[in-house]
């Protein structure tokens, strides 16, 4: 009742954005306040109440994974998650990068899921006192991020599309999985995004990248590409605990506006692909509707397109289909999909 009124309050007086912190703050001061054996976990929205997240991402956790897998993600959210570091190979190798970061106080670990991570486990107040950060010898970057860009299996020399490139987490290590060489074009619908394309590829060597700022949907281009990487905007709702407040600016009807979205890019990235090509959909959601119903969708209205298991990542990480499916309570990273989309020889135009 207490949250309810101050909530009602915080829209009198602020905007609809800092109402939802105001929301989001309270509720998880008020949950902390109650031991779990004194939570009432029985409904959907007993849930929501005690775990402070909206009824409705509640109830489609639910359909998709079951009662006791979202209350074991809603509790995952509402935690430290773990930090991660992406070792740059442009620059460094990983054992080096420790003894680096071990030299400027930082402990690191090895992450299991990938060989280019590492967890950090502290860190100075302000990154820019790192020697190997200003180098560039590495990138924060979430682990489930990696393997969605490595899913594109780029190769030196290729010519790369890195659709919807921003930050440019991806694309560098898309540039470093291709040894500098070939070429990637980088694309992002926001110049001021874009901007930080290039200065992650400044910092950490990427010579081989140029950026265009553009609508991904109606990108117009002669070239076709070798590959293809489509990090679709989406609801991120496999971000929650590192973005504690989106989970109140999102509604429902986000999904439906998104779900079209990408639908859309999807489809145009492949009047772009070269015959034999491959397309990699990554999100960082965890809902089906934006994952493997949108693949599905693209597969039922491209018939020269198959399906093709990411076989070469963990085996613990895949769906029964082959896709890339993260899970934050599972895992311990951020929550995202990556599905690989192979061309036929004969490829044409849709």
């Not at 200065?199 to 950026?211: K, Q, S």
């Not at 973005?243 to 772009?272: G, P």
């Not at 491959?278 to 119903?293: L, P």
């Amino acid at each position: 009742m207490a949250v309810n009124e101050s909530v009602n309050l915080a829209k009198q007086v602020t905007d609809r954005r800092q109402a939802n912190l105001v929301n989001a703050v309270l509720r998880s001061l008020a949950s902390k306040d109650r031991k779990p054996e004194q939570q009432r976990l029985d409904s959907p929205e007993d849930i929501a109440e005690a775990l402070s997240h909206p009824i409705w991402i509640i109830q489609r956790w639910i359909a998709q994974i079951g009662k006791e897998e979202t209350i074991a993600l809603c509790r995952f959210n509402n935690t430290q998650w773990p930090l991660y570091a992406r070792v740059n190979t442009l620059r460094c190798h990983r054992e080096e990068l420790i003894k680096r970061l071990t030299l400027e106080g930082i402990s690191s670990l090895p992450c299991s899921f990938d060989e280019d991570c590492l967890k950090i486990q502290n860190l100075p107040s302000s990154i820019d006192t790192l020697t190997s950060f200003q180098d560039g010898l590495f990138l924060f970057q979430d682990v489930s991020s990696v393997l969605m860009a490595k899913a594109l299996g780029a190769n030196p020399g290729e010519d790369i599309l890195d659709l919807c490139s921003a930050p440019g987490g991806k694309t560098t290590l898309l540039a470093a999985m291709m040894q500098n060489t070939g070429s990637i074009l980088a694309v992002d619908v926001s110049q001021t995004r874009l901007a930080q394309v290039e200065e992650n590829c400044n910092r950490l060597g990427v010579a081989n990248t140029t950026t265009l700022c553009c609508d991904a949907t109606t990108l117009d281009s002669n070239r076709r590409f070798d590959r293809i990487l489509i990090d679709a905007p989406c609801t991120g709702l496999g971000t929650l605990g590192r973005k504690k407040d989106l989970r109140w600016n999102r509604n429902e009807t986000d999904i439906e506006e998104l779900v079209s979205l990408q639908q859309q890019l999807l489809s145009h990235a492949a009047t772009l692909l070269k015959p034999s090509g491959i397309i990699v959909y990554s999100t960082c959601s965890i809902d089906s509707s934006e994952n493997e119903e949108v693949v599905d969708s693209f597969l039922d209205h491209h018939d020269n397109f198959s399906l093709s298991p990411l076989t070469e990542l963990p085996t613990t990480l895949l769906n029964d289909r082959g896709e890339l499916r993260s899970w934050p309570h599972r895992h311990h990273m951020s929550g995202g999909f990556a599905a690989r989309l192979t061309a036929s020889a004969a490829l044409s135009s849709p």
